[in-house]
């Protein structure tokens, strides 16, 4: 998804960085006790939100009990091996210097803010991408535990998708309370009133995690479907972090192997190409939509470079009302964007209500739903990535309807944090008495909406007053712990040491033409970094930075 | 040499784009006959300075005469196979995005002169660099006699360097009126008196030329010794102008094989690697003395970062002021910066007046030059490219006392433009007679201070009446003609149709150490492009862009 949109936005603009549905350690309880060059976690926890947690979500989301005890074994291992605020300054100096350079000279790039022009014009205005200086230590067992299940949520996906009662009836409270939702429902609708079938199906998802510190868990925070972020500049950092420790590791005494190689681009692009190359029609191209101002646009520019350089697929990229002023549909179903035939449109734009500000966007997405063109996303997998749909998931026996394999099913329910819509009494109650332990998550998509702390249970209480059909437009997450480690962020050129947390996102790809599944894979991941200073309300106060992870 | 030393600058800031020494024909004159999408050139022609020049340089130059017939020879393919101002707008449109995304995905950048930080910090304020949006046509049989002629030119200036008495004598009357080259003098004849021996000597030179369009001859400009810049952006643009033709080059009439392979950057890393190879202390690091500002510190570093991938060289970047501040010499002659042993003194400032404001910059050029690390240049090779040398060699019989080979010197005189010492008063007169043939060029470095057109009569008018020594700190050089075409120019992200002229660079590395000489190769090229409109003075209105050459 676009800049701003997921859980932890790499947006340069501080207002509209999202709120992570985490809250971080206060900054007072951590690193008490740093020596050896390690950091060392607060020895005091509470335990409250352990056996709160456990209990409602072996009580309400299938997930296994007692896998606490099996998590607790990868303590030692989840330990960052070294504290970078001890690091000399005049090697940060170095590689600050270093990691600026590279940055520069790679197309490690975003549009400046400061700049008016920089996210309409490619090549003006250009800052080097937020970034951390070093990766980011991350346990090797939920590495794999994380790669394990990106074929499994791609096959989750494809068949949620298929069921369009089940996507209808789940969201059907939603859609009275949240407009956006209803718009893409009414496409979906029409779809299925048109029994359109969508034979050739792509997908080009992340998954982001993060790990709860107080109870070892890895747990999922949101699946991206639409307009899944940073495959391009996230393989980069990969790129660059591995260089610096090529250079400075002996010094570091990291060794620039543990990082695991990152080929999201590669194989994102490689998608696309296998989409054309079924869509069958050697003279049409990708179409890209974007947004009409896109800070992020070199993110993008490497995905339709490298299908240009290694597949020699052309793309175009054309904002939502363009494509309604240009587009139009054959009577075999080819869409044709300014007399060009589409084969695969890969959404960077449309994931947010602010995406559609007049009739003539959702006339765009309508036309291109209809067409014979392979949608990345479709409205089906759209929709199956919305967070009311993750809610649905997490329900006991939900995942049976969509999944055989038990093994399959397990690994998914050990990665779901506690959800719960607001029709459960029960649950209001509890978030009512301790809202610390709960995030409210809006049903709109674009971060920055989530309520934290004492808002929840204001609201809450508002909503039980009020009595009204509101409260299906949230739902309610378990709130995650995650650990917070020194860093070194780089923005705008300069070095920030900073206490920060992190989220895991894995990328995977999913195509097939009718019965065929022509790839299911992992792809890559993109490790975010944000500044764990936080205000009250738990509302991010810092800057999300671009990382990679060195697997311990 | 930097942004703003050579005759076609390639400063952001208008106000430092140097004046070529060419006047381009008047825009009205040009491409009256456009036909058969080709350009045509003027079919009236003023015979006049054909003549003129010519009897000057057979007269002075020891150019050989009668060469103006085997000249004409390449005529036809001069012209411009394709004029680029009949391109279809769509496609160039196309190009134009395709150029400014590959730019910034791939290093083509510079600090832009709008943003504060962006010549002191990298990753910051960064914009493509101006570039064309196609490559200029250049007839094959000049550039293969520019390639042939930059092993003789690196010979020569090796020869030179031990000449000390003929630079000194040389340099006596110039020394008087112009402070820069008295302060480099002394610190030659400094190196005279300790008997200083450079035994290893590394030269990475760029010969620049023009096409007279009048005599169809390849006249050279100068020869920078010092501070070559541009390999590393300039071998950038050749790689973009070829993936421009691998995709549009059927739709142009153009095949990207016609544009020459530019190995620049790969061959200056390679030498300076050699270089410090010769040196032989592993530990030592190349120092590269650069400015306090530099917007063109990316094509530094990817000279630098090349040094570092393919050759595990390391480089430390320091200004003079830093260096005299952290320099010191050890007995043996080894020159330590903050405590780090230098095996190469690498320059890219130290070329202008301006990097010298204090007494702390000279200091700092002293203490390199009596150091045993090898210095690209030296103060000798430093005041061999020097214009008053440039002249000097014009003189008959200078190049018989550094060469032997006959075909050699044949071969440099006939590159040599008319150039003239103010003491030639038959030259004055002619001068003063007509002012528009000919360029006034001061000894000190930095463009922008060429006299044209009747300034060259007053100031020559002024300094007979004064009858001061100011005119030793002149040399009169013939002026160039070069041909006018069509061109698509690109700066911050706009496309500008212009007429320009254009200038070749041949870029060449020169290793000895003693006796046996190591490289001796031409090393790639720079092709510069100016907006040919001008003022009465014929100093630069417009702005210069890095181009590469499609060979005809």
Known sequence: MGVGHSSVSLSLDPISIAAFTAKPKPKTSCFVNTHCRRSVFPTKRVSLFVDFS?????????????????????????KSILDFHDIDERLIRKMEFDALVWSSLHGLVVGDRNFQRSGQVPGVGMVHAPIALLPMSFPKSHWKQACELAPIFN?????????????????????KVDAFTSRLLDIHSKMLEMNKKEEIRLGLHRSDYMLDEETKLFLQIELNTISSSFPGLGCLVTELHRTLLNEYGEDLGLDSKKIPSNTAVGQFSEALAKAWTEYNNPRA????????????????????????ERHNVRTVRKTLAEIDREGQLLPDGTLLVDGQAIAVVYFRAGYAPTDYPSESEWRSRLLMEQSSAIKCPSISYHLAGSKKIQQELAKPNILERFLENKEDIVKLQKCFAGLWSLDDLDIIRKAIDKPELFVMKPQREGGGNNIYGNDVKETLLRLQKEGSEEDAAYILMQRIFPTVSPTILMRDGICHKEHAISELGIYSAYLRNKEKVIMNDQCGYLMRTKIASSNEGGVAAGFAVLDSIYLT
């Open 54 to 78: 456990l209990k409602f979500e072996s009580l309400k989301c299938g997930t296994v009990a007692g896998e606490m005890d099996t998590e607790k074994g990868i303590d030692v291992a989840n």
């Open 155 to 175: 096959e989750l996906i494809d068949r949620i998708s298929l069921d369009g009662k089940f996507l209808q009836d789940s969201l059907s409270r939603t859609k």
């Open 285 to 308: 191209v990708v179409l890209v939509v974007v947004q009409t101002e896109e800070r992020n646009m070199y993110d993008q520019h490497w995905l339709c470079t490298m299908l240009k």
